[in-house]
């Protein structure tokens, strides 16, 4: 069975950083693509980051230049290092990835992890 844990969330000042990790666990055979979503409160769940197995990354406008998504493929774990953090990114933060086990491929989520941006 495979699992996604995310960890790193808190709470941080207007302009702080945070970086949150995603592991995967069980019997992976491959990682496609890793993304992070979130949710902020009343709103519904948007994609912030992708990356590919290939490495090619993408963001959601509102991140570029702010946010790095990146992987480790040898320890199945992905990032997401935030930078010059605004209360608007206060969200929960959830991992998203596309999992190959020796049966078949899935999506697989983590159970989020609450990022609070304030003063």
């Known amino acids: 069975q495979v699992q996604l844990a995310e960890s790193g969330g808190g709470l941080v000042q207007p302009g702080g950083s945070l970086r949150l990790s995603c592991a995967a666990s069980?019997?992976?055979?491959?990682?496609?693509?890793m993304r992070w979503y979130r949710q902020a409160p009343g709103k519904q769940r948007a994609l912030v980051a992708t990356?590919?197995?290939?490495?090619?990354?993408n963001y959601a406008d509102s991140v570029k230049g702010r946010f790095t998504i990146s992987r480790e493929n040898a320890k199945n774990t992905g990032y997401l290092q935030m930078n010059s953090l605004k209360p608007e990114d206060t969200a929960v933060y959830y991992c998203?990835?596309?999992?190959?086990?020796?049966?078949?491929?899935?999506?697989?989520w983590g159970q989020g992890t609450q990022v609070t941006v304030s003063s």
């Open positions: 069980g019997s992976i055979f491959t990682i496609y693509y």
């Open positions: 990356i590919t197995s290939g490495g090619t990354t």
């Open positions: 998203n990835a596309n999992i190959a086990t020796i049966s078949k491929s899935m999506d697989y």
